[in-house]
């Protein structure tokens, strides 16, 4: 078992940024595959981005690679999601996940098996 807590959303305005963080309740160096996933009001959930602790291989969603930025710290046993160049359509739940491996970032209907309560972003134009 593996408990995640986000923070770091908010309201901000378009072009703006967010960092947000998924702290995990267990040692993150132990190999796992951590990350973020969204959904917008009306929306299905959609893959964000993910991190494989053991090499820090990373996964994005084709449309956020280059915007958003996700990175880990062990130490601290913590994810992040670095947001620049904010858009309204990126307002959503984002949630933290875990997994043992990163499939559920990049297989469609793979479902990672612990997730977090989730953060609102909201971007204004």
């Known amino acids: 078992q593996v408990q995640l807590r986000e923070s770091g959303g908010g309201s901000v305005q378009a072009g703006g940024s967010l960092r947000l963080s998924c702290a995990a309740s267990?040692?993150?160096?132990?190999?796992?595959?951590m990350g973020w996933f969204r959904q917008a009001p009306g929306k299905e959930r959609e893959v964000v981005a993910g991190?494989?602790?053991?090499?820090?291989?990373?996964y994005y969603a084709d449309n956020l690679r280059g915007r958003f930025t996700i990175s880990l710290d062990n130490a601290k046993n913590t994810v992040y999601l670095q947001m620049n160049n904010l858009k309204p359509e990126d307002t959503a739940m984002y949630h933290c996940a875990a997994h043992a491996v990163c499939l559920p970032w990049v297989v469609p209907g793979a479902v990672a098996d612990y997730w977090g309560f989730g953060t609102l972003v909201t971007i204004s134009s």
């Open positions: 267990r040692d993150t160096s132990s190999n796992v595959c």
């Open positions: 991190i494989y602790t053991g090499d820090s291989m990373t």
